[in-house]
């Protein structure tokens, strides 16, 4: 097989793979793409791979990962068009005690109710049941411990909210007071 032909295969199966998750109803796993597409799971990661360098050189598209999903999404600084365009009203703001309750969530997930309760100061059943609806966190299932509380963690549509990739791209934990004044614009916008 000569250069040219391994370039041509390697890029037709880029473009399967771009076909695969631009037609996935919800995230797809490696394994879930590789019997999509007769490719190897190393062949669908090489692909991944080449996908998220290519967005993010370029285009308005982007691939998220979320706990071993992929999602094919718009870049984050499209949303105002597109939302224009869709005739969609601007994304609903969050309150600062949702922001609060999503940022602990965000760094000590999984996390329980009576968990973020200690760590706020204040009942969180409210604000808990407005991220829920938001499909900004999920319940993950119940703890072992006395009542057995709901456990939850952060959602793909807390990524594509954030305009996060992945969750390896949160600001750290501990920061200086310059990065959180910048975080603090780009968040409260109002």
């Known amino acids: ?25 919800a995230p797809v796993t490696i394994p879930q793409l590789a019997a999509g ?20 050189n370029s285009g308005g598209l982007m691939l998220q ?43 000590k997930q999984p996390v329980t109710r009576p968990q973020l309760d200690d760590i706020r100061g204040v009942n969180s059943d ?4 407005s991220l829920l609806s938001k499909g900004l ?11 057995r509380p709901i456990i939850y963690c952060s959602t793909a549509d807390f990524l594509q909210y954030f305009g996060l990739n992945s969750l390896t791209e949160l600001p750290p934990f501990e920061m200086d007071d310059e990065t959180a004044d910048e975080i603090r614009e780009k968040v409260f916008k109002d």
């Open 126 to 129: 409210g604000v808990i049941k």
């Open 37 to 56: 597409s007769d490719l190897t799971s190393e062949q669908v990661m090489k692909g991944l791979k080449k996908l998220i360098e290519r967005y993010n």
């Open 65 to 107: 990962e979320h706990r071993g999903k992929y999602q094919l999404t718009t870049k984050p600084n499209l949303g105002g068009l597109i939302e224009k365009f869709l005739g969609l009203q601007a994304t609903s703001r969050l309150s600062k005690a949702a922001l609060e309750t999503l940022a602990i969530v965000a760094y």
């Open 1 to 25: 097989m000569t250069d040219s032909t391994t370039i041509e295969t390697n890029l037709q199966k880029e473009a399967v793979l771009e076909a695969l998750l631009f037609v996935a109803p």
């Open 137 to 147: 966190i999920e319940e993950m299932g119940r703890a072992d411990g006395p009542g």
